[in-house]
């Protein structure tokens, strides 16, 4: 709380230093100590006064008006909750999300499990992380991730010590109760890999893809129970691949996303892009299919409607060096929808949201497309670095699956001519 008050008060502290160097300055009159003052003093107000433009600019999300999105905040008290996903199961929406005091490591980061029979009116089933993380080698917990395996309830996370975070393993823990009884954190083998979500085709052999801790290499997993995962192929080994996803395509082949970095700069990288990369049976071999420049997916989210995979993940609306090449801390960013094609990607819409934001999860029920996010104030446009010290919320977004088809029809075709 105390860096998070510190850094706001930067957009007000930085231009009254700058307007008093200025003034210091011009009183001197003359010399070079003067004109030193001044240049300082200049330099501080412009840095404030975009500072300040900032924290205070009104938000431009590119919502499009034809899915008619519903939201609503789900989690909003002044924690930075974030990383969430989102499965319904037995009747019922299961919701994780971590709550800390900022984006950056904390041994107070804890998950939070919920579940609502309406997506509307949620209740707490369990918490993951926190002190009682710790006495297990648990410190920084976060990017969790729900599934179902042979009707067991699992919960996958990584777990991260420094604060700047770079997760060093996957661990797991799971209820056979439908959420209520958890067994202990464990380590997830092979340790050193950074599992996303598992997916299916039969219920029997389970898939998930993971990407390696020191980044620039994902592969691919196979597993029956969920726990006991073995090495099937490598999907990419180079650009700094990070988060990556992956679904099921119509014809038995996998399609995969994945986060190329290219650097870890503060700056991000002119470069940054998603890669679209796909494989057949039995998934031992796969082809890069494009490098999408639309945005660098950051917490991709993937799933299918009607045949067609469609991907939730965060968006940089202005790409463009060296403050705002992609992943760049300084840009802003969005949680968006795309289309996901072998040629790339195809962003659909914005959904409300600005500053730290994205890590969906999503959930098909009753025709409808629910998803999972957390952001900022969505009415504000906050840069990145700032979001990520501010609180966000957990918000929930329902739109009709029949709405999206529609519109990824018109865009897909207008992109063909």
Same mark, same amino acid.
């Given at each position: ?122 209740? /707490? ?73 598992? /997916?299916? /085709? ?39 691949? *990070? ?80 403050? /705002? ?51 900022? *104030?969505?009415?504000? *446009? ?36």
């Amino acid at each position: 709380m105390i860096l998070r008050h510190l850094i706001n008060s930067l957009r007000w502290l930085l231009p009254i230093l700058g307007v008093a160097l200025a003034a210091a300055g011009a009183l001197l009159a003359s010399g070079a100590w003067a004109w030193l003052l001044v240049l300082k003093g200049l330099a501080l107000l412009a840095i404030g006064l975009v500072l300040l433009y900032g924290y205070t600019r009104s938000n431009r999300a590119e919502i499009s008006p034809a899915l008619k999105i519903e939201t609503w905040d789900v989690v909003n008290d002044e924690q930075h909750s974030s990383n969430t996903d989102l499965l319904h199961w037995n009747g019922a929406f299961y919701l994780v999300h971590a709550a800390a005091p900022f984006h950056f490591a904390s041994q107070a980061c804890r998950l939070i499990l919920l579940r609502s029979s309406d997506a509307r009116s949620w209740s /707490r089933l369990a918490e993951f992380g926190g002190s009682a993380g710790v006495e297990n080698g648990i410190h920084d917990i976060r990017d969790p991730k729900l599934a179902v395996i042979n009707g067991r309830l699992f919960l996958y996370a990584l777990q991260n010590v420094t604060f700047n975070p770079e997760p060093y393993t996957t661990v797991y823990t799971v209820s056979d109760d439908g959420g209520q009884a958890w067994s202990p954190l464990q380590f997830l083998q092979p340790e050193g890999w950074l599992f996303w979500r598992p /997916r299916s /085709r039969d219920g029997v052999t389970w898939y998930a893809p993971a990407y390696w801790r020191e980044h620039g290499k994902a592969a691919l997993f196979r597993s029956s129970d969920g726990i006991q995962w073995e090495m099937v192929s490598t999907i990419y080994d180079a650009d700094r691949c *990070d988060e990556t996803d992956i679904e099921f395509l119509p014809d038995g082949r996998l399609l995969a996303t994945a986060r190329l970095e290219f650097s870890d700069s503060i700056f991000g990288h002119p470069q940054g892009c998603t890669l679209v990369a796909v494989s057949e049976p039995p998934y031992t071999r796969w082809t890069p299919a494009a490098h999408s420049p639309v945005t660098r997916l950051d917490g991709p989210a993937l799933f299918t409607w009607n045949e067609r995979v469609y991907a939730v993940g965060r968006r940089q609306p202005d790409i463009a060096g060296p403050f /705002r090449w992609q992943g760049s801390a300084f840009s802003r960013k969005r949680t968006a929808l795309f289309l996901v094609l072998k040629e790339g990607l195809i962003h659909l819409s914005d959904l409300p949201s600005c500053g730290d934001t994205a890590y969906a999860g999503v959930a098909i029920q009753g025709g409808s497309l629910y998803i999972s996010y957390y952001t900022n *104030d969505p009415a504000r *446009d906050y840069p990145w670095i700032v979001g990520m010290l501010n609180p966000t919320r957990i918000t929930l977004a329902r739109l009709d699956l029949r709405r999206l088809e529609t519109l990824a029809t018109h865009l897909a075709s207008a992109k063909a001519h």
